[in-house]
């Protein structure tokens, strides 16, 4: 089992009063990422850094994304009780694990053959079971949808049509979208079969990488 002890959790409680400041205002999410142990998904040469608030490498050119990031998607995302949710990127899971602390049903596709398989192994062990699926998730999970919440979180060039095509009537989609550097943060929500959009902040993710994002 992995420690999560006094120190830890007094780190964690220190993030979540610097989300706050932020602007993160939703308790679920607050409450969520002061439960998930971050510092279990760090090698322990990086173990010190586990609770500040920036995206770490996780391997295979993949990082864990900024705390801030995660709470900002999140909290966009107004994920309720039981929802379902796509998520486009498992990554190091620790994104799915919020989801999961904030009462969603997770189905999480990542493209990595090598993080997919490390994942899936590491994150049942700390409790958190979504459902894991290899493949390209600019495809979506077509098989498995509608779903009520689709999170990408990787920078893709476009919207793509499949994940819009996949959300159920008033379903919301929060994606980057923009170019290799950064993106702008999009709420696309569906109504009546109708598509609505929203634009944030700017970030930075790594590239959405499939058939409906960047080719290699």
């Given amino acids: 089992m992995i420690e999560d002890n006094y120190k830890q959790r007094g780190l964690r409680n220190k993030l979540v009063k610097k989300l706050q400041e932020k602007g993160i205002s939703d308790q679920r999410v607050l409450t969520a990422i002061g439960k998930v142990p971050r ?9 010190n850094h586990a609770y500040e608030d920036k995206a770490f490498p996780i391997g ?11 709470a900002f998607q ?23 694990a919020v989801l999961i602390e904030m009462g969603a049903k ?15 192994d590491f994150l ?14 600019s495809k979506g999970l077509p098989a498995k949808a509608p779903f009520d919440r689709i999170l990408v979180t990787a920078g893709a060039p476009v919207v793509p049509t499949a994940l ?53």
């Fill in 39 to 47: 510092h279990a998904f760090f090698d322990d040469a990086l173990l």
């Fill in 60 to 70: 295979e050119g993949q990082t864990i994304s900024q705390p801030y990031t995660v």
């Fill in 74 to 96: 999140s909290e966009k995302l107004d994920v309720k009780p039981g929802c379902k949710v796509l998520e486009i990127g498992t990554g190091s899971g620790y994104q799915a």
């Fill in 106 to 120: 997770v189905y999480t596709i990542e493209y990595n053959r090598k993080l997919y398989e490390r994942t899936k």
């Fill in 124 to 137: 049942p062990l700390l409790g958190y079971k979504p459902n894991f699926f290899y493949g390209d998730g």
């Fill in 164 to 216: 819009t095509d996949q959300l159920a009537d008033d379903g919301m989609l929060i994606i980057p979208v923009g170019d290799r550097e950064r993106q702008k943060m999009l709420k696309i929500t569906k109504k009546n079969g109708k598509l609505t959009q929203q634009e944030y902040d700017y970030f930075a993710f790594v590239p959405l990488l499939g058939d409906q994002g960047w080719k290699h």
